[in-house]
């Protein structure tokens, strides 16, 4: 069998065959040259910059957890050798002065970063230059567009993005790659940019649960070795369609229903699950809290560069979130905490709920990310949640289905995924 070139390797293999840093981050610039032009997935790479820090890698006396493995960072997140823009104009050429915590601990681990990910402006609605890698007349969702594409288009193994709604899920889901979004509160947010703290989480970007799992342990600081995985367990799964099921195309419909019958066949317990009508108005809660809180977050560009924001910021996000009273907001949140809540008690019954990542395929158009509902919900919920590459729409284009668990069961999210991925013999 031919061996993989180098940049399509996992970060598990990169670490198992002890390649060198500078042999792989050479592959991946090699793939990146070839394949940027039609993706445009990186708003800032030095090619340079990323060989001396491969080299340097190289030379370490230890080696990290993610010994000379490339990753993207999502450009909403500080680097101090690198600059940082929020997708907009109004801060071109910026240069933080330290690295955010995420991108401080995966140097710590032997990471490389090779460059930053494109981002919509202020990691919202109005994307960015980055297509589909498998069409470029598709979006490849958002916000952690280059993230995903990146990841997607085997240019990288691992990324970073964040999530406020559906901005790691979705994508990931698009570029048919493992996307996870972590229980809210457990990875750490210093030196990336708030749009709204109460939901605001990284986003891992990856082509394996292993990796995700390995990068998940990084990012928490942890010592020691990544804890073992234990698929062997069926667990016990809601298929949840949510109020949102018409609107899915036939393809995703297929993918549930598929996975559903395939997970049943090896063995676990499927039951389907109808959301308490308290769930309706999710969409109406989360934007209230979520635009109200962004809003806030960008007076400073409201103030002194209002008209360099995009329309499509300035007359939805920004329009909704200035308009809502605190009153309305602190409303939300008592609405948000409530739904929580609630999810704790359906958790009770199941290990994890099967749901959709997308309403389906992406969608044709670069001048929008497609939509995050079915994301909205887990998101509010403060859940864990990952996005699983098993399924196929029309021009081969991919399907991810999207598995839940309760808050604080991110490992028993990561042995689910795993069992899951297995029991379609991947």
């Not at 929020?86 to 995420?102: S, V």
């Not at 109460?198 to 649960?209: C, F, Y």
């Not at 991919?398 to 689910?416: K, W």
Request: proline share 6%; charged share 20%; hydrophobic share 40%.
């Amino acid at each position: 069998m031919a061996q993989k070139p180098l940049h399509e390797l996992t970060a598990t293999e990169i670490i198992a065959g002890r390649h060198s840093a500078e042999a792989v981050a050479q592959s991946c610039l090699e793939h990146i040259a070839r394949r940027e032009p039609a993706v445009q997935a990186w708003q800032f790479l030095n090619p340079e910059l990323v060989l001396q820090q491969a080299r340097a890698i190289d030379k370490r006396s230890e080696r990290g957890l993610l010994q000379g493995v490339p990753v993207g960072i999502k450009d909403i997140i500080d680097t101090a050798d690198m600059p940082t823009e929020y997708g907009t104009p109004i801060h071109a050429g910026h240069r933080p002065h330290m690295d955010a915590a995420c991108v401080a601990l995966t140097r710590r681990a032997g990471g490389l970063i090779m460059g930053k990910t494109v981002t919509t402006e202020f990691a919202n609605r109005h994307p960015g230059k980055t297509m589909h890698p498998m069409d470029p007349k598709r979006t490849p969702g958002g916000s952690s567009s280059g993230s995903a594409a990146a990841v997607g288009d085997r240019m990288i193994p691992l990324a970073i993005g964040t999530q406020t709604t559906g901005s790691t899920i979705r994508p990931a889901a698009y570029n048919g790659c493992v996307g996870y979004r972590p229980t809210w509160g457990d990875l750490r947010l210093a030196g990336v940019m708030e749009a709204a703290g109460s939901l605001d989480t990284l986003g891992l970007i990856a082509r394996s649960v292993e990796d995700i799992v390995l990068y998940r342990h990084v990012l928490a600081g942890e010592h020691g070795a990544v804890p073992a995985l234990d698929a062997g367990k069926a667990p016990r799964v809601a298929v949840c369609r949510t109020q949102f099921w018409n609107d899915t195309d036939a393809a995703t419909k297929a993918a549930i229903e598929g996975c559903a019958a395939t997970m049943a066949k090896a063995g676990a317990k499927v039951s389907d699950l109808t959301l308490p009508a308290s769930f309706d108005p999710i969409e109406e809660i989360h934007q209230r809290i979520s635009s109200f809180e962004f809003a806030r977050n960008r007076a400073w560009e409201i103030n002194h560069h209002y008209e360099r924001i995009s329309k499509t910021l300035r007359e939805n996000r920004l329009k909704h979130g200035l308009a809502y009273t605190f009153e309305q907001y602190r409303g939300a949140r008592a609405d948000g905490e409530k739904l929580r809540l609630q999810l704790d008690d359906v958790f009770r019954d199941y290990d994890i709920i099967l749901t959709p990542s997308a309403p389906g395929v992406p969608p044709v158009g670069l001048n929008a990310t497609g939509s995050a509902a079915f994301s909205s919900i887990w998101t509010l919920g403060h859940t864990p949640s990952v996005t699983l590459p098993l399924y196929s729409g029309e021009q081969g284009l991919p399907v991810g289905v999207q598995l839940v668990a309760r808050r604080d069961r991110d490992h028993a999210l990561f042995e689910a995924a795993l069992w899951t991925m297995r029991a379609h013999g991947r």
